[in-house]
Nanobody, 129 residues
Framework: QVQLVESGGGLVQAGDSLRLSCAAS????????MGWFRQAPGKEREFVAA?????????????TYADSVKGRFTISRDNAKNTVYLQMNSLKPEDTAVYYC?????????????????WGQGTQVTVSS
């Protein structure tokens, strides 16, 4: 059973930055797209960003973002460390949520949380105004 462990959350002020980490217990990046989701109280889990498995003929790993975080958040991965990161800059109070890391097979369905096979326990991010 693959385990995902998030870290890096905390309480920050608007405009600050945080970097979340998601460490996988096994090497799965070659077969799984890694995604970040967030869930605020009383709301559904929403897609934030994903880094897809490598495509033939394409250098690097494709990334995709929710419109609400595009230009502020950056997802990346370190294959040697089995770790995915979410760099969050220019944080806003509306970014406050529990952030979850997940793994979904292949390169499709990455915006659908019900398609994900593995999830981490979540890390709280609170942005004060």
């Amino acid at each position: 059973q693959v385990q995902l462990v998030e870290s890096g959350g905390g309480l920050v002020q608007a405009g600050d930055s945080l970097r979340l980490s998601c460490a996988a217990s096994e090497r799965i990046f070659s077969a799984y797209t890694m995604g970040w989701f967030r869930q605020a109280p009383g709301k559904e889990r929403e897609f934030v960003a994903a880094i897809l498995i490598s495509w033939i003929g394409i250098k690097g790993y494709p990334t995709t973002y929710a419109d609400s975080v595009k230009g502020r958040f950056t997802i990346s991965r370190d294959n040697a460390k089995n770790t995915v990161y979410l760099q969050m800059n220019s944080l806003k109070p509306e970014d406050t949520a529990v952030y979850y890391c997940g793994a979904v097979p292949g390169s499709t369905n990455y915006q659908s949380p019900e398609k994900y096979t593995y999830w981490g326990q979540g890390t709280q991010v609170t942005v004060s105004s």
